[in-house]
């Protein structure tokens, strides 16, 4: 079984900036790529970021430029979220994917932005 724990969330205001980081733990598992998810109030649950098991990065439009995610080792990835909007405002969720393609998924960690 994995487990993913997030951490990082908080209030901040507009133009602030947050770290937010995963950590995955567990036992006979490997990962490849981790993920960032968020679900803003009233929406549905929309892909933010990824990064591969070889460090190659993707980010949606919508936060490309502004974000950035990393990994400092094969379960660890954070995602640094600089010049925030109000509209970041959501419960930030780690997805990592096993080397099995088996999904694991965090609690999230809610991010607040005030304007």
């Known amino acids: 079984q994995v487990q993913l724990v997030e951490s990082g969330g908080g209030l901040a205001q507009a133009g602030g900036s947050l770290r937010l980081s995963c950590v995955a733990s567990?036992?006979?598992?490997?990962?490849?790529?981790m993920d960032w998810y968020r679900q803003g109030p009233g929406k549905q649950r929309e892909w933010v970021a990824g990064?591969?098991?070889?460090?190659?990065t993707n980010y949606a439009d919508s936060v490309k430029g502004r974000f950035t995610i990393s990994r400092d080792n094969k379960n660890t990835v954070y995602l640094q979220m600089n010049s925030l909007k109000p509209e970041d405002t959501a419960v930030y969720y780690c997805?990592?994917?096993?080397?099995?393609?088996?999904?694991?998924w965090g609690k999230g960690t809610l991010v607040t932005v005030s304007s």
């Open positions: 567990g036992r006979g598992f490997s990962i490849s790529t």
């Open positions: 997805k990592a994917s096993s080397t099995y393609n088996i999904d694991y």
């Open positions: 990064i591969t098991r070889g460090g190659n």
